[in-house]
């Protein structure tokens, strides 16, 4: 009867567009964009999972600041029904021994609606253990008002609210009252559309209609009342003024924005340093920048005007006046050809008057106030040196079991002092000094007000007023540089000096919290300790100086005293975990940075040669069975740990023992000679030729042998053997 009916049921399907949007007061602009995806997305997965989506279905969403909304392809409006097959209960429970129906399957039938007739349906099938009962049946396709009801309610439960709100409701019965609902804002309107039809479904003390609210002052109509779908988004940007979809508001505004400045004859300082790449890589970079993402969070129609300040005020470092611009004002900056700032910016509008002057005046006067007090700061810390803010530092809390910021800025002097003596211009009692200055006024920024007002300018403001008390330039970068890298991707310092300082002021963080054992957890590094190691990695992989990371650590714990527990074996896995991470990320295989780190290089700017010589022996032909024979020896050597690297030629009498100790005679200096000139790859292909004499020892050679003096022999020219070929890397790691 199912399957007939299946057919006519099929007919009255209907398939269209979905359309759902909440109105809500201004959402949170830096979680907006997520919250919109979020709330598309958490409505596209259930219907899906209630088979009331087709498979080419798309879903788009759509977040301004007082809506998010999802728009959905083939819709139907009821999904189809599924055949069902249920497992009721082992066949020995169900059944007696003469086939009959127990009282257990007689009730749960009726538990069901079915009556003792269904037994003669049930199918008998094994379930893995034994045989048990199944009914089959055809389940009902979910109708859409239900699905979308309970689609709405599951996407609103799983929003990623950054935080909740609680708000009064009035309630929509007989009796006058309120009703508490929580949601990330107040909501004030619901819309939800199959087609042209409303779907009557509830959401947040709120009843669906057809209709929403566009641009607070710029929407040609009170109401938008949509009539499908489909016309949504051209609705609402024709009626309501309201672009409604992220992406294609960022773009119009950045848009505005790069034409805005091309007739200032200027650049966006968010785009400084993006020449020569087309106008969609510009673009698509742009829609990654922070404060393009705020902004278009904050406007539904963006607005771009040409504002301006007053040039005198160019005299402050460029870095203040933008960071206050940006963070404070959420303006954009421009910048000239040379990447100096301008007296020009750029301003958002939410609205676009006939005459803008208004707003651009408005504008000007918000601005003009914080650019003054940056003034003031600037003006004021240059009344006192550098060197007479050192002492204060003393009364700076650093950590309660570390002391305070000056007891901090000696140990980072120590510690770069020691690097420093490493160094080949340790003989320069100028570079010295340059170091010691540097590291003895790194922090004392920290004390300025322009610091204390605008903290993401620490190291920068340093160099300015390093500049002004006439120090050195490189003492000034030094102290600029030392924050370096401060993430992923940043620049390094520019002089070996501010390499020192910089290595001295993370390895005091790593060694001092790693001696107290404040470590990172899975979800907290609060003092950064990941990317203090991971500077430490780029800094001395790069080149700039040759140290050994071991050797740096052991140096910085000296320094400590008896203030810490010595964790320098923590510290040098936590180093090496950073290290080979990274590698990985910049497309080695595990096996590869394995083989390299096993070993634990102490100069890390070889690793990547070693990696690349790894690399290229590793497509060898002979590299598999060498590797597999340096695992094997390994293994031996294991229960052979005070065998030392010495044959005696007069004991060997094997020939394949004889063979492989002559080929190592003439291939091991030659492999040594070039790994001791940096020449790996070399190096390691040398060994290559001892695949040959290394099989047949392993073939027709009793390691193991009886006589003692046999048996040593053997193993000593085994571990002359795995000494030479494991020089560059842990060649067993490469076994498959």
């Known amino acids: 009867m199912g399957g007939a009916d299946a057919p006519e049921s099929r007919l009255t399907m209907r398939t269209d567009a979905l359309l759902i949007e909440l109105f809500v007061e201004e959402l949170p602009p830096k979680a907006l964009h997520k919250l919109g995806t979020a709330f598309a997305d958490g409505l596209f ?69 079915l009556g003792p007739e269904a037994v003669a349906q049930l199918k008998r099938m094994p379930d893995g253990k034994a045989e048990a009962l199944f009914y089959d049946s055809i389940a009902k396709g979910v109708e859409l008002t239900a699905g979308v009801q309970a689609a709405l ?123 020569g790449l087309s106008d969609t890589e510009v673009e698509n970079r742009l829609l990654d920048n922070a404060l393009v993402q705020e902004v278009t969070s904050l406007v539904e129609r963006p607005n771009v005007l040409v504002c301006s300040f007053e040039k005198q005020f160019l005299d402050v470092p ?54 003054a007090d940056a003034k003031f700061f600037f003006d004021q810390d240059r009344k006192k040196t550098l060197a007479s803010r050192v002492e204060g530092l003393g009364k700076v809390v650093y950590h309660n079991k570390l002391g305070t910021q000056g007891e901090r800025t000696q140990r980072v002097r120590a510690i770069a002092k020691g690097l420093a003596a490493l160094l080949p211009q340790a003989h320069d009692p100028g570079f010295l000094q340059d170091v010691d200055t540097a590291a003895q006024l790194a922090k004392t920024d920290l004390l300025t007000d322009m610091v204390g007002e605008f903290p993401e300018l620490q190291g920068i403001m340093g160099a300015y007023y390093a500049r002004h008390d006439g120090l050195p330039e490189v003492v000034a970068q030094a102290i600029e540089d030392h924050y370096k890298p401060r993430f992923a991707g940043d620049e390094l310092p520019r002089q070996v000096a501010g390499v020192v300082v910089a290595l001295a002021d993370k390895l005091e963080t790593l060694v001092g919290m790693f001696g107290i054992g404040n470590l990172p957890t899975g979800d907290r590094d609060p003092f950064a300790l990941r990317r203090h190691a991971l500077g430490v990695v780029r800094m001395l992989s790069a080149g700039q100086v040759r140290l050994d990371v071991k050797q740096v650590i052991e140096l910085s714990v000296a320094v400590f005293g008896s203030l810490i527990t010595d964790p320098s074996a923590a510290l040098l896995d936590f180093i090496h975990d950073r290290l080979s991470g990274s ?100 190096s390691l292909q040398s060994l290559a030729a001892l695949r040959a004499p290394v099989d047949a020892f392993f073939d027709d050679v009793m390691v193991n042998a009886e006589a003692m003096d046999l048996r040593l022999n053997r193993q000593g020219l085994l571990k002359s053997l795995h000494l030479a070929m494991n020089r560059v890397a842990d060649l067993s790691c490469l076994a498959a």
């Open 45 to 113: 997965a259930p219907l899906k999972a209630q088979g009331l989506v087709g498979e080419d279905a798309v879903v788009t969403s759509f977040a301004s600041p007082r809506r998010l909304a999802a728009h959905i392809t083939q819709v139907l409006s009821e999904a189809a029904d599924k055949p069902v097959q249920q497992k009721l209960m082992p066949v020995s429970v169900g059944l007696n021994a003469e086939g009959q129906a127990t009282p257990a399957l007689l009730k749960k039938l009726q538990s069901m609606g």
């Open 583 to 682: 590698l990985r990320e910049q497309g080695y295989s595990a096996q590869e940075v394995e083989a390299v780190l096993a070993l634990r290089p102490g100069h890390l700017g070889e690793v990547h040669q070693r990696l690349e010589a790894v690399r290229q022996f590793a497509a060898l032909p002979e590299s598999q069975a060498l590797a597999a024979a340096n695992k094997r020896i390994g293994n031996i050597l294991k229960k052979a740990p005070e065998v030392d690297a010495h044959v005696n030629e007069a004991l060997l009498q094997e020939e394949a023992e004889k063979a492989l100790y002559t080929a190592m005679q003439k291939i091991a200096p030659q492999a040594l000679a070039q790994f001791e000139a940096g020449n790996y790859t070399a």
């Open 318 to 371: 460029q870095e203040c006046l933008i960071l206050t611009m940006k963070a404070n004002q959420k303006y954009f900056p421009l910048l000239d050809a040379a990447g100096k700032l301008t007296h020009q910016f750029l301003v958002v509008s939410n609205i676009s008057p006939d005459d803008a002057s208004a707003v651009i005046g408005g504008n000007e006067r918000v601005v003009r106030p914080r650019l």
């Open 153 to 275: 309610d599951e996407a609103i439960a799983k929003l990623p609210i950054p935080k909740v709100m609680s708000y009064q409701l009035e309630t929509d019965c007989a009796l006058p009252g309120w009703s508490s609902v929580k949601f990330v804002r107040p909501a004030h309107g619901l819309v939800a559309m199959h087609g042209s039809q409303v779907l009557p479904v509830k959401a947040l003390g709120l009843s669906a209609g057809n209709s929403t609210q566009g641009h607070r002052f710029e929407g040609k109509l009170d109401k938008v009342v949509f009539k499908h779908a489909d016309a949504y988004a051209k609705q609402l940007a024709q009626d309501g003024a309201v672009i409604a979809n992220y992406e294609a508001r960022s773009r119009d505004m950045i848009r505005q924005l790069r034409a805005q400045a091309k007739q200032c004859h200027a650049e966006l300082e968010v785009a400084h340093g993006l020449q």
